[in-house]
T-cell receptor
């Protein structure tokens, strides 16, 4: 079992729809959770982070965390063609000194928003 | 444009060359990171510096040598690289080495001939 799992996609949604991206993780000691967007040929860009169970909203983006189910999701409302990218889920695992700061990335989900 | 600046943006080098990648941040962050990313793969952690001291080395081959001259600068010295080392090298920084978000630079695309 991979430490952080995402469906590679592609996930295709029409413009204006809600895109739902999902991520599961295996380490129950994981402390913090991040979503990065990466356009082809570019570097990852932080778009959301969440530490506590529940929802966190920022503009069109909502991150959801359920630690009991070890599940993180990202919702993108009113999807635009410019949202087409690879979305990387990343988990900061553990509290020991050797792990703190180490991000474990999922393989990424490719999102395609069709006009 | 990001607040983490990496130079050069592109680098082509032979297997016998010595070169360095540079990273600079002016956000007052005390933790800095080097990642390697191959095509269609997620970033993989190489090194972590916290308060200018090497904190994590992910068993990286010695042909990669990191250096943190001060809290704003991070270098990656390269020597005798192999063709399989061709990748996008990403620098990131965060407020501290912990749960805080990491912010990435634009990366250096490295090609080994």
């Amino acid at each position: 079992q991979k430490e952080v799992e995402q469906n590679s996609g592609p996930l295709s949604v029409p413009e204006g729809a809600i895109a739902s991206l999902n991520c599961t993780y295996s380490d129950r000691g994981s402390q913090s959770f991040f979503w990065y967007r990466q356009y082809s040929g570019k570097s990852p860009e932080l778009i959301m982070f969440i530490y506590s169970n529940g929802d966190k909203e920022d503009g069109r983006f909502t991150a959801q965390l359920n630690k009991a189910s070890q599940y993180v999701s990202l919702l993108i409302r009113d999807s635009q063609p410019s949202d087409s990218a690879t979305y990387l889920c990343a988990v900061n695992k553990g509290i020991s000194r050797s792990n703190t700061g180490k991000l474990i990335f999922g393989q990424g989900t490719t999102l395609q928003v069709k006009p | 444009d990001t607040e983490v600046t990496q130079t050069p943006k592109h680098l082509v080098m032979g297997m016998t060359n010595k070169k360095s990648l540079k990273c600079e941040q002016h956000m007052g962050h005390r933790a800095m990171y080097w990642y390697k990313q191959k095509a269609k793969k997620p970033p993989e952690l190489m090194f972590v510096y916290s308060y200018e001291k090497l904190s994590i080395n992910e068993s990286v081959p010695s042909r990669f040598s990191p250096e943190c001259p001060n809290s704003s600068l991070l270098n990656l010295h390269l020597h005798a690289l192999q063709p399989e080392d061709s990748a996008l090298y990403l620098c990131a920084s965060s407020q501290g080495q912990g749960a805080q978000p990491q912010h990435f630079g634009d990366g250096t695309r490295l090609s080994i001939l």
